[in-house]
């Protein structure tokens, strides 16, 4: 009995599609060569996140890992249910339970990480959940704590719970709000988490359909490509380095640094050839035949201090096309579903400023 019970909470199905004889641990995605990146390089960076949702009486957990250019590799459910998939790509993910009444979606797409679920009533999705993720990219995750009410009238409630950053991060609450409108009544709140001039935010959304009753569940992690770091001219002098992944993967990095008299200096690049533009304040360098690019610009404040502002141009990678690529489910069944790995049109990619200063 206890064999067939690891069996079942170890359940993986296989898509349709070219896997790598040597993918043998669950939930991972096989790419063949040249899938371009879904993600920005910050949302890249976290490697998935995971969330327990509070869903049909019981807590769903729903584990997603996303690669080093930010595509879904792995979609875990615990329990498994009898949830099933119906779509799976590089870049989304979704599964229905068998009677079709609730959903299960994953998606990665430009500067956002989202799992989503939507049910028949409000009720299905009431209770206690949490969220954790490897925010930064920094070897640990952060925790946050929620809950999913009903104020009595068929209407949602949000309350955000104990939120645990890792050292090294701040965690400031957006405090929970309720609107409705229309045909739609909706609570949202979340966490916005900062470490080194780097911003992304946590929101948490519960929506109700008030003409059918439906409701659905939203977590989304988002992120852009941006640092901005403000001090003395002392305190940002220094090297720098940026880095980032193509399209096909390739990674590459720009460096630069801060001179002492106020201006911004171009070092090189790796990884592909790049050309730089240097101007009064500042510094563009765009990878040679992609769209792939950053900006680099200091700037004098009136109270006597600087602000250093790197901001790349991630996640817009090709479009909605997709070739060979497949994904593993792990906890659900497979319904047919299949996908193929995305297009490398836009010679596009994902990356992020480091931070790091030399010397």
Known sequence: MQ??????????????????????????????????????????????????????????TVDVTLDTVGNISGVTLTPPGDFASTK???????????AGTTTVSVKAKRDKLS????SARLADLVGDGTWSADVFGTGAKSTVAYTIGDDGSG???LAIGAVTPVSGITAEVIA?????????AKASGGVTFSREGFVKRLKISVEVDTEDGHASLKITLSGKDRQTLTGSLADLAGARTWSAHLCDGTAVSVSYHVAADGTVAYDGATGAPATAKSSEHG????????????????RANDDGTFTLVAKGSSGKCGGDKHDGAATRVSGSHDRGSRHRGSNDGDSRDAFRESGSRGG
């Open 115 to 118: 799992i989503s679920a939507r």
């Open 88 to 98: 799976t790509r590089p870049d989304s993910v979704k599964l229905a339970n068998a």
């Open 283 to 298: 510094l563009k360098v765009r990878f040679d035949g992609t769209k792939v690019g950053v900006k680099i610009k200091l």
């Open 176 to 184: 929970p709000r309720m609107k409705v409108e229309g045909d739609e």
């Open 3 to 60: 064999q067939g019970r690891d069996r079942m909470r170890r359940r993986t199905w296989r898509f349709a599609g070219r896997f790598s004889a040597a993918v043998l641990a669950v939930g991972l995605l096989a790419f063949p060569a040249g899938v371009a990146a879904t993600t920005s390089e910050p949302i890249a960076q976290t490697g998935g996140m995971t969330a327990t949702l509070p869903l049909l009486g019981t807590s769903l």
């Open 155 to 157: 209407n949602p409630t």
